[in-house]
């Protein structure tokens, strides 16, 4: 009860004397530093605009500008050619001003104007610069002159010690491709999935498309180019994620792993401690745009950052026809789960944030609680692992007012969800591999009720120490939490962490609060909706086949001995493997990201040529290697080319996807785009990048290997593949299918990958991997260290 007091800044009572007034010195202090704390950041966000909006020169260039054109008109020249005199005609100050002090106003408004004008055309040039791309199709390892001049140029015009958003205003916006050129790609991509009459018919209602309700449709795509930052992204995220009615769990949601061979403490609470204050590290930096902006690798070249502005403080709220995200500008607190019950965390006291050892006494309390949970609170958030529209009925009916209402804007406006496991996983055990695989099930989709599926990312911490994310992916894709997770694991382990007993570093202050238990008063009705919900979400998990494997006999130091692209070899060994499990080949996604563009997210890669089928066909028909080596360099050079166009706004989809809506909101039918919509993904694959490569020290430090994360199939029918290139020795791959369907086996899949790749590398190099490579590097690794 004394936090509780606490938390009251002042009490009043009337008596027959008057009125006694009690003030809470203790909680008037805690409102002025959090208040003093939330100023703090209002005045560096302020300045951190500033600078953006200004760059690429910076505050204090103005300063300079102003006292050249000062010392010019002082050596009574005149640089603005007759425009200072007409400021000071019409300047609007008194008479009393003198004569100089007239002419130095005008002098500064004139300097003021030049500033900005330099500044626009600096801005103009840089983003003229950024939008040529010809770099990227040049042969590795030979660059024109035309580039290295570009190159230059871009050094030259993007200012130093840029912020995380610096670039924003001068990156160029996603240019609207020609229907023409859209049409004749996505019948190059159809060739080799269609039988020649399928491929006439195809052929027939493209052309049609393309000379009849294409121009129209692409008319109106152009005019919100012109208007929209990116004509896509808005689209995306709505038609793709936030309008999908069925749950998100599994289907959208995707996961991460922790460190493959490596728990740092077995302690639960420890590593939630340094794991959530690593989360609170980034976002100071994030909030600070301290973060350095992301570039493409070994280039000046930047990224968009405009994903980064949701990572914290953002939940996808449901809604009947459509669900929406909402982002808050601060938090100063966590919502976590445990045993059934919802807890408010606070992470800031005394206008601070709170140590790692602070936060993991706060966690140890919650973990100690010995309360039950409130009926019906147990598997509440199995609302959000159902369909959409029970839970945005539920949430109107039963979350809009009172106490339910309070607790939910308690999670939804949260930094973060933490949810705290009672289940040990990892890599451990007599059956390390299958331990693995349920690792990911469980990071996947839970219990279905031990995850808020809808925040932008939940935090989950095992009994044994071991931790991962699950995320959701409306609001940014997979290579920005994956920046935020590699600093929290590196900063959690080689800057943070533990003392010999395993717990966190530092001293815990006496005053700390109690973490507060949400309240709920869940009526029968809303019980029963959320076991509807559960049994839903329930039979989905249960479907999920996943399979997780690491490769160690060979990486991307091998690939690269034959002058292949690391991804183009990965991507056809998927199509071999699909082939031979199938007996076919198949519609094949691959994630390219547009971020070279403003707001820019993501373009598919139809990996499934012309060149690869033709490739893998001689393979299996027992072609001579010369041949076989011939026809994997074409195959490789064409996903590479592929994979170019689809980075620099030349893609297919989303093309026809922006061309598609379109063609609804006119309330036109086309054939064409219709069956082009509805064409199914029954091989998707993504990319996993490394994207801070100096944090990890994988030769000194060779266990601490991060596992990546993976996602559900997008096809009952199909598989979802996820992979990550690590150092260059490693390759992890996830892969996901469904029980339901008798064709699809992940760990099946798995072996023919594995194989595929080996084959692959035999035909490619005279150097056979070294299969015995793996089982000698899990030997070194120190048993202190490893999961037992």
């Not at 950041?41 to 500008?65: C, D, E, H, M, Q």
């Not at 902006?293 to 070994?298: D, L, W």
């Not at 150092?727 to 369907?741: L, P, Q, T």
């Amino acid at each position: 009860m004394a936090e509780a007091h606490q938390a009251v800044a002042f009490q009043f009572t009337i008596t027959p004397e008057g009125i006694d007034l009690q003030l809470s010195h203790e909680a008037l202090k805690q409102v002025y530093l959090s208040g003093f704390r939330s100023w703090k950041k209002r005045v560096t966000r302020l300045k951190n605009s500033v600078i953006t909006g200004v760059y690429p020169a910076s505050p204090s260039s103005w300063l300079f500008v102003v006292i050249a054109i000062l010392a010019t008109m002082y050596t009574r020249s005149d640089p603005s050619m007759g425009l200072i005199a007409k400021i000071q005609e019409h300047l609007p100050v008194s008479d009393s001003l003198s004569i100089q002090c007239r002419t130095v106003v005008s002098a500064v408004l004139f300097s003021t104007l030049l500033w900005f004008s330099l500044i626009f055309t600096m801005r103009l040039c840089l983003k003229q610069l950024l939008s040529y791309h010809g770099w990227m199709f040049e042969q590795h390892g030979k660059v024109s002159n035309t580039t290295k001049i570009w190159a230059a140029m871009v050094r030259i015009f993007s200012g130093r010690q840029p912020l995380l958003y610096s670039y924003q205003g001068s990156l160029p916006n996603l240019p609207v491709p020609a229907v023409k050129d859209t049409v004749d790609r996505f019948l190059e991509s159809a060739r080799p999935l269609m039988s020649d009459s399928e491929y006439e018919r195809i052929t027939t209602l493209a052309k049609e498309f393309e000379s009849g309700l294409g121009n129209r449709l692409q008319w109106y795509l152009k005019l919100k180019a012109m208007w929209a930052s990116n004509y896509v992204s808005d689209w995306w995220e709505e038609y793709i994620y936030l309008r999908g009615r069925s749950p998100i769990m599994v289907n959208s949601n995707y996961y991460g792993m922790d460190f493959l061979y490596v728990t740092p403490t077995p302690i639960q609470a420890a590593r939630a401690g340094n794991t959530l204050h690593a989360c609170l590290l980034y976002r100071r930096k994030l909030n600070r745009e301290e973060i350095k902006p992301s570039r493409v690798p070994g280039l000046n070249i930047p990224l968009c950052a405009a994903q980064c502005e949701r990572i914290f403080n953002t939940t996808r709220i449901p809604g009947e026809e459509t669900d929406c995200l909402t982002h808050w500008q601060d938090s100063e607190y966590v919502a976590v789960f445990h045993r059934g019950r919802f807890f408010r965390l606070w992470l800031y006291h005394a206008g601070r944030m709170l140590s790692p050892r602070e936060i993991e006494h706060q966690v140890q309390r919650i973990l100690d609680d010995p309360s039950p949970p409130a009926p019906g609170e147990a598997k509440l958030a199995a609302l959000t692992a159902g369909d959409r529209i029970p839970w945005a009925q539920a949430r109107k009916e039963f979350f809009s007012s009172g106490v339910n209402k309070r607790s939910l804007d308690c999670i939804e406006k949260a930094a973060f969800f933490v949810a705290l496991d009672d289940d040990e996983q990892g890599m451990m055990g007599d059956d390390p591999a299958g331990n693995l695989d349920r690792y990911a099930k469980s990071l996947l989709h839970g219990k279905c009720y031990d995850r808020w599926f809808d925040k932008s990312f939940t935090v989950v911490v095992y009994k044994n120490g071991k931790n991962g994310l699950n995320c959701e992916h409306s609001w940014a894709d997979a290579p920005i939490m994956a920046h935020v997770w590699e600093y929290v694991m590196t900063t959690d382990c080689f800057q943070l962490g533990y003392n010999e007993e395993g717990h966190c570093k530092g001293d815990i202050a006496s005053s700390l609060p109690q973490p507060t238990r949400l309240t709920w008063d869940i009526p029968v009705q809303c019980q029963e909706r959320v076991e509807q919900s559960l049994a839903v979400a329930q039979a989905l998990a249960d479907d999920i086949d996943f399979h997780v494997f690491p490769i160690q006999e060979f990486g991307k130091g091998a690939i690269k001995k034959c002058k292949i692209s690391p991804d183009a070899f990965i991507q056809i060994a998927l199509q071999l493997a699909y082939y031979r499990n199938r007996g076919t080949f198949s519609l094949t996604y691959e994630a390219s990201m547009t971020r070279l563009f403003r707001e820019g997210r993501t373009e598919t890669v139809r990996s499934c040529t012309s060149e690869s089928c033709a490739f893998v066909r001689a393979l299996e028909g027992g072609e001579s290697k010369e041949v076989c080596r011939r026809l994997f360099r074409t195959a490789s050079e064409k996903h590479q080319h592929l994979y170019r166009m689809a980075m620099t706004g030349g893609g297919i989809d989303r093309h026809l996807l922006c061309l598609y809506i379109v063609s609804k909101y006119l309330g036109e039918e086309s054939p064409f785009l219709k069956e082009v919509l509805s064409e199914t993904w029954r091989l998707s694959t993504s990319q996993t990048p490394l994207q801070q490569v100096e944090l990890f020290d994988f030769v000194n430090h060779p266990d601490y290997t991060t596992c990546g994360g993976g996602f559900g199939p997008v096809a009952d029918d199909g598989y979802g593949v996820s992979y990550i290139i690590i150092g260059e020795n490693m390759i992890n791959f996830h892969i996901s299918s469904k029980h339901s369907c008798p064709q699809t086996d992940s760990h099946k899949f798995g072996a023919y990958i594995r194989k595929a790749l080996v084959d692959l590398l035999e035909l490619m190099s005279p150097e056979k991997p070294d299969l015995s490579k793996a089982e000698q590097n899990h030997s070194k690794s120190p048993q202190s260290k490893k999961d037992l």
